[in-house]
């Protein structure tokens, strides 16, 4: 495992007045770099060959335009893990940003991140593979363990007894997920045979599905940030998903969904997000649940949360009150760059605040206090 004494040992030969920025170009590489050149780093982004036009040209720093400074391209992101391709990042004095992106296209190779990637990466690289449902004290177990309220969890299709919603690895690309919705263990059984059939899912991956309760209710995504150089606790901004055919679906008039509904399979892939705000009066217990999410990982998994986090919630109606139901967590940069538009960075910093622009900051500031061992891992 990497241990303290591996970075501390790394940033011992940083050059720490020139630093850079590092990312996997994909995800929210942008949004990383943007924040990065606002606070003065260079930036880097790591691109597979044949994916690398949109920050070589598109969003290259042309002058006073432009963000990205320079592109690294490899034959595969698999390359980030070879001795070469990390000897060039430590010459470079990056420090790397990770996504979910980054975890993605290493084929989940979570204990390599742990143990091989000898580049200081911001945050904790031990709490990534919590976001694996199927992962030993994972994001379910954290949740719990912090008293957040979270959708029922069906450990077997005969026990399900409502709505629920089933996510289950695709056939041809398992980092994605097929969903489908249903009532009873009879229909459980029908969609899967139907699915197997069109080939999108493997029925050896069905041990590996979540059969979980659907929470009726508008979906709201919680970007917290969790400075440990300040202790503090920030809601930097909340979004919401589009999701390719099942938004253009959900805008018909009934009478054309039933019409169409037989022969549609719905989508649940990202398109995109968008701002959303929630009432204030909801803001306390929305930094009630994120404070007992924090103090949770601080005991599960050491040096507990450094930098941005997500809690995915359902807000339900009372008695007694609205409340957020957590259906899924995500444990680094989150990816809408549209959390700044939302108003709650602008409240505490007086203006737009981005993620990649608080991550900068606090690389800035653990910089200056000469503690950048307190925000890499």
Sequence with gaps: MIT????RSILATYDTSNITIGVVGSHSALDVCRGAKDEGFNTLVICKKGREQTYA??????????????????????????????????????????????????????????????VPLFGN?????????????????????????????????????????????EKTRAFERSFFH?????????IVQEKIARNEIDPAA??????????????????YFYSPLSKRLELLGTDTR?????????????????????????????????AVTVLESMLEDVFAIGQRFVETLAHEYVPGAIGPFALQSAIVPGPPKKEMVVFDVSLRVPGSPGIQFTPYGRYLYGYDMSVGR??????????????LLEVMT
């Design 358 to 371: 608080r991550i900068a900051r606090e690389i800035a500031q653990a910089i200056k206090e000469q503690l």
């Design 182 to 190: 249903c009532h009873s263990p009879e229909q459980y059984h029908a």
């Design 4 to 7: 303290k004494e591996t970075i």
């Design 57 to 118: 040209q598109h969003y290259k720093t042309d002058g006073a335009i432009g963000m990205v400074d320079d592109v690294l391209v490899l034959d595969s992101f698999q390359d980030l893990l070879t001795d070469d391709v990390q000897q060039i990042l430590r010459e470079r004095n990056v420090l790397f940003v990770p996504h979910r992106s980054f975890e993605v296209y290493l084929n989940f190779a979570y204990d390599r991140i742990e143990n091989d990637f000898h």
């Design 206 to 223: 069905l041990p590996d599905a979540v059969i979980e309760e659907f929470v009726v209710g508008p979906l709201v995504n919680f970007n």
């Design 242 to 274: 589009r999701q390719t055919n099942l938004d253009g679906f959900l805008r018909l008039p009934t009478e054309q969904q039933q019409n169409i509904a037989q022969h549609m399979q719905p989508k649940f892939e990202e398109a995109g997000h968008i």
């Design 125 to 169: 690289r031990f709490v990534l593979k919590a976001e694996e449902r199927t992962s030993e004290n994972n994001q379910y177990d954290l949740l719990q363990k912090a008293g957040i309220r979270m959708p029922k969890i069906f450990a077997t299709p005969a026990a399900i007894d409502r709505c629920c919603i089933v996510k289950v690895p």
